[in-house]
């Protein structure tokens, strides 16, 4: 069934500028079309301020809930700016199983996946000076002839001779799912799309973010061959060429909004304007005393220009105030490492300490046993059998290691503000940023809770250096 759509728009005489119902119901109505929704009904409460409730449109739509899925405003504070009201009429929405969104403030696609993304990035460069041991043996060996070593990989079977041979079907789904990204569709899409077909994950879960994610980063498709710092260029048949796989990698998303010609400003596509929902322009200007200041402007004005030292400064030093409190650095990466696919992650683990246990079991009974001066045929193959199902397992648990999230030690790592330069923490976090003339609010990568997404207020203030988070 198709998703649908109230739009409630409001207009207060009390601001100087702000979005006119006109403009909130075009931002309101392009959002709907973007997102699949349908827009089923439409009401605006003109010149009426939001801390009442005495608002006729605002009534009728409350009383009607349930006509659509989903109530979709232009900001939050459309809705009621009264603290007391908003969770009261949020309830009675929500009874009804009614969703309240806000076009300029929901995060589109996976809050979880994008946060995840960005923050592994971040998190594999501060990690790689680490390199972990592995348990080798055998392994080593057959690492050097192209032996799967036991390792599986969604579109590769494994042949006779333990080396990676294409499964054609699945090889069909990997292709697909490369040409589909490179058609700029979300990670998050083609994941689910998969599922719907029945796509599994090893563990038999079904398809999603991490699986979809892992796939398209994997350059063993090419061809290359990887086990435990052993490569070898086409040491295993290839399910995708190394330009589609260099394309796949390029594509940074479906919702690029950035002018090319200001892409070095942090906030380049991401900043909006109040007033009319658009883009915040990049431009440079000279000040009274000659020098060159760099703004983001609103292209009809509706909002004063934005120094933009001021604006980006005014956000990191937010952003860095937000990381600096212990629990908040410890939530944002709980909410990493638990999207980071955590249930998967501890069956694969229990699984492996249960072939180690099982194999160092077996060990000590043959031990005993030949103590006791018992030698059946064929204990040496058992032997080595044995030791070859300990060492892989000890290699599985491992890596697995190497998988997991520590929430304290990526908490550290969030909080040591060195590790994150200021483009990199507003790229990282922030999701957008709405100017307004006294406020600029920072809706942050990441929901605070369920569709509530985490964001920053600072005042604004337009004097010298004015500038105040909240
Ligand atoms: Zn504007």
């Known amino acids: ?7 409630y728009a409001r207009f207060s005489c009390s601001k100087q500028r702000e979005a006119s119902i006109e403009d909130q119901l075009r931002v309101c109505r392009q959002w709907c079309a973007r997102e699949g929704y349908g827009v089923v009904a439409e009401y605006c409460d003109h010149a009426l301020s939001g801390r009442s409730d005495d608002r006729p449109e605002f009534q009728r ?32 929405l929500a009874q009804r199983g009614v969703r309240l969104v806000s076009a300029l403030e929901a995060i589109p696609d996976s809050p979880e996946g994008i946060i995840y993304e960005k923050l592994l990035e971040g998190l594999a460069a501060c990690e790689s000076r680490k390199t972990s041991i592995r348990t080798k043996r055998g392994m080593e060996g057959n690492a050097l002839k192209c032996k799967t070593n036991g390792i599986e990989i969604f579109g590769y079977r494994r042949s006779e001779e333990d080396t990676y041979e294409i499964d054609p079907d699945k090889a ?12 700029r569709e ?27 994610c892992r796939m398209l980063h994997d350059r063993r498709y090419t061809g290359r061959y990887e086990w435990g710092g052993i490569v070898k260029e086409g040491g295993m048949p290839a399910i995708i060429d190394a330009a589609t796989f260099m394309e796949a990698q390029g594509v940074r998303g479906a919702k690029v909004r950035a002018d090319e010609r200001w892409g070095d400003f942090a906030l380049a596509g991401r ?7 658009r883009n915040l322009q990049g431009v440079s200007g000279r000040g009274r ?19 933009r030292d001021e604006l980006e400064g005014a956000v990191t030093s937010a952003l860095r105030d937000l990381l600096s409190d212990r629990q908040e650095a410890l939530r944002i990466a709980h909410l990493v490492a638990e999207s980071a696919d955590g249930t998967e992650v501890a069956m694969r683990r229990k699984q492996a300490a249960d072939a180690l246990s099982a194999a160092e079991r ?8 030949i103590e006791q001066g018992i030698i059946a045929p064929g204990t040496k193959e058992r032997i080595t059998e044995l030791e070859e199902q300990k060492a892989r397992a000890e290699y599985d648990l491992e890596a697995i290691r190497d998988e997991e999230i520590d929430p304290e030690r990526f908490a550290d790592f969030l909080q040591s503000g060195a590790a994150l330069d200021d483009a990199t923490l507003l790229k990282t976090f922030v999701w957008q940023v709405v100017v307004s003339d006294d406020e600029v609010v920072a809706i942050l990568n990441y929901d605070i809770k369920s569709n509530e997404p985490a964001r920053l207020v600072i005042q604004r203030v337009r004097t010298k250096s004015g500038w105040c988070p909240v």
Request: net charge positive.
């Open 186 to 212: 979300t990670v998050n899409a083609i994941a689910r799309d998969f599922a719907q077909r029945g796509v599994r994950s090893r563990r038999g879960k079904p398809c999603g973010y991490t699986m979809m």
């Open 172 to 183: 069909a789904l990997v292709r697909e799912a490369f040409r589909r990204r490179i058609a």
């Open 289 to 307: 005393n000659g020098v060159k200041y760099e703004y983001y402007r609103c292209k009809t004005g509706d909002v004063a220009t934005v120094r």
């Open 61 to 92: 739509m409350i009383a009607s809930a349930g006509e659509s899925d989903i109530v979709l405003v232009y900001m939050m504070d459309r809705f009621s700016r009264d603290e007391y009201d908003a969770p009261i009429y949020k309830r009675a």
């Open 362 to 369: 077996g060990l000590e009974n043959i031990l005993a046993a």
């Open 1 to 7: 069934m198709p998703k649908t759509a109230v739009i």
């Open 271 to 277: 900043a909006i304007c109040a007033g009319c929902g």
